[in-house]
């Protein structure tokens, strides 16, 4: 539960453009090294885009909400072209991407104590058992009810789709900006980088197969 996001600010602390070294990471106690306006704007408009897109017609419904999260990544990496033409400036992705990463991770943390203590008013058929064996760590880690709800839609749900097509979209943003900031060339670095992160055909059958993961128990 804290082991993967200290490897993750870490790896983002101690790797630079020259290259990284092996020491002890140090973390910096300022909350302006781990949270900036821009990034929590970007995260915020991205989280809207994808409240509205979940209205597309299309899919099953499962839990109240449309299983459509293909076609929405499909709209989204459409709009990138469109980006491009209007020179919308994507290097702010590039140079947001640990405060988009670090306000995640804290969004996380916070999102599972939150939805932990709100629990405890839930009705015990929704209840977790996994999630309910009474320590609060191993409570907060699996969760203590099944489908927790945020602004009236499923949490899971709406994890699931923001993270998959959140990833997609921001490996295609990078990738697209570094080629156009090159003049045409695209980056062998980015390119590995973004497909090391996940593939993008993996996170198009994730989507596609939305349904069938969310109900998966």
């Known amino acids: ?25 140090k973390f910096s106690t300022k909350h302006t090294d781990y949270i900036n306006k821009d990034a929590l704007i970007q995260l ?62 804290i969004a996380s943390f916070l999102s599972a104590i939150v939805f932990y203590i709100s629990s405890f008013w ?15 760590i191993v409570d907060i880690f699996n969760g203590r009810t099944v489908s927790p709800k945020f602004l009236g839609s ?10 998959m097509i959140g990833l997609a979209v921001l490996n295609v943003l990078m990738v697209t900006d570094s080629i156009v900031s090159s003049g045409g060339k695209a980056s062998p670095t980015v390119i590995l980088a973004a497909a090391f992160r996940f593939s993008i055909p993996w996170m198009l059958c994730s989507s596609r197969s939305t349904t069938s993961t969310h109900t998966m128990q």
């Open 1 to 25: 539960m804290i082991l993967g996001p200290l490897i993750l600010v870490s790896l983002h602390t101690l790797c630079t453009k020259s290259g990284c070294k092996l020491q002890t990471p």
């Open 44 to 105: 915020a408009g991205f989280y809207a885009v994808l409240k509205v897109t979940s209205f597309i017609p299309l899919g099953s419904v499962v839990n109240g909400q449309r299983m459509n999260g293909f076609a929405t990544l499909l709209v989204l990496l459409s709009a990138v072209p469109a980006l491009v033409y209007y020179k919308v400036p994507l290097s702010s992705v590039r140079k947001n991407y640990f405060f988009l990463m670090a306000s995640c991770i």
């Open 122 to 136: 839930a009705a015990k058929s929704s209840l977790n058992s996994k999630g309910n064996t009474g320590n609060p």
């Open 154 to 163: 499923d949490a899971k749900l709406t994890t699931f789709r923001f993270s």
